[in-house]
């Protein structure tokens, strides 16, 4: 499946934004996904999760009550609501998809997924 992120951008600090993973090559609904991020200097880590129904999803601490991930499966594309912008989340934002029909856990062990996307930057203003 290839993935294409997209929906970044420059925003203040308190501001909303919305990006978007579209999947394109095998049947969407197949996959558990996932949104993560690298700042500058920092390691990738896993930002949100969501299952191939959507049924459950996952939070990183730092993110939780502030961004919300959803999935489209008619639409094969995937979402991140972020609201409450922090200059803290600053960072490349990359969408992943684990391999046909593994568990959401897949997407939060984060190694070894089998799909990426090329990034989109967000940048948070102070």
């Known amino acids: 499946v290839q993935l294409q992120a997209s929906g970044g951008g420059l925003v203040q600090a308190g501001a909303s934004l919305r990006v978007s993973c579209t999947a394109s090559?095998?049947?969407?609904?197949?996959?558990?996904m996932g949104w993560f991020r690298q700042a500058p200097g920092k390691e990738r880590e896993l930002v949100a999760a969501i299952s191939w129904s959507g049924g459950s999803t996952y939070y990183a601490d730092s993110v939780k009550g502030r961004f919300t991930i959803s999935r489209d499966n008619a639409k094969n594309t995937m979402y991140l609501q972020m609201d409450s912008l922090k200059p803290e989340d600053t960072a490349v934002y990359y969408c992943?998809?684990?391999?046909?029909?593994?568990?959401?856990?897949?997407?939060?062990?984060?190694?070894?997924?089998?799909?990426w996307g090329k990034g989109t930057q967000v940048t948070v203003s102070s």
């Open positions: 992943a998809a684990a391999a046909a029909n593994d568990p959401i856990v897949a997407v939060i062990r984060g190694s070894g997924l089998p799909y």
């Open positions: 090559g095998r049947t969407f609904s197949d996959y558990a």
